[in-house]
């Protein structure tokens, strides 16, 4: 595997707020049309329920048979506008992360209940570190993998740099040429 693609893979998708990954297989053999069309019939029945939700969904073939099944990277799932809304009392930083991931097991749960075209391998939540992205980011760089996005994706906060301070901001600004107006 040529480890620049899987590093600029990882890069794209920490770009993201993943929140779940899971592989789903098929019942019975498929073509590529067929999982597609499974796979968008049950994004549109997740996005019903979570209308801000979006997937990184890579179709492959397994080792030992050959058939198909998806690897997905799911995220939108719980947005912090949705935990303000059902909880109007004042919450501590722990109290709001326990309700946090409480409502995005029940979305698992969700999305886990309503695949029909087969079974769910494993669908869990995941954590955006380095590690576990990357793990995805090596399975994506398969020369026979397609992959595919669909929904709006909603990117990750990125750490804001801490400013300079003021005052080397105004001393380099008396070190640059300085040329009296003509």
């Known amino acids: 595997?040529?480890?620049?693609?899987?590093?600029?893979?990882?890069?794209?998708?920490?770009?993201?707020?993943?929140?779940?990954?899971?592989?789903?297989?098929?019942?019975?053999?498929?073509?590529?049309?067929?999982?597609?069309?499974?796979?968008?019939?049950?994004?549109?029945?997740?996005?019903?329920?979570?209308?801000?939700?979006?997937?990184?969904?890579?179709?492959?073939?397994?080792?030992?048979?050959?058939?198909?099944?998806?690897?997905?990277?799911?995220?939108g799932l719980l947005l912090q506008d949705e935990l303000l809304g059902k909880h109007h009392a004042p919450v501590t930083s722990q109290k709001r992360q326990a309700i946090k991931e409480e409502l995005i097991q029940q979305a698992i749960h969700h999305a886990r209940k309503i695949w029909r075209s087969g079974l769910v391998i494993k669908l869990e939540r995941i954590d955006n570190s380095r590690g576990a992205i990357r793990r995805i980011a090596e399975f994506y760089t398969n020369a026979e993998t397609d992959i595919e996005l669909l929904g709006k994706c909603i990117?990750?906060?990125?750490?804001?740099?801490?400013?300079?301070?003021?005052?080397?901001?105004?001393?380099?600004?008396?070190?640059?040429?300085?040329?009296?107006?003509?």
């Not at 993201?16 to 019942?27: D, K, P, V």
């Not at 029945?45 to 492959?60: D, G, N, T």
């Not at 030992?64 to 997905?72: I, S």
């Open 155 to 182: 990117r990750a906060k990125r750490k804001r740099r801490r400013a300079k301070s003021k005052t080397t901001q105004d001393n380099r600004r008396l070190l640059l040429p300085f040329s009296p107006p003509t």
């Open 1 to 75: 595997m040529n480890n620049l693609v899987i590093s600029q893979w990882e890069n794209f998708l920490l770009r993201y707020r993943w929140q779940a990954y899971g592989i789903l297989t098929f019942r019975r053999e498929r073509g590529y049309p067929s999982a597609q069309q499974s796979a968008h019939s049950w994004f549109a029945l997740l996005s019903e329920q979570y209308p801000q939700c979006f997937a990184c969904i890579a179709y492959a073939r397994g080792r030992a048979g050959g058939r198909f099944h998806l690897k997905v990277l799911l995220g």
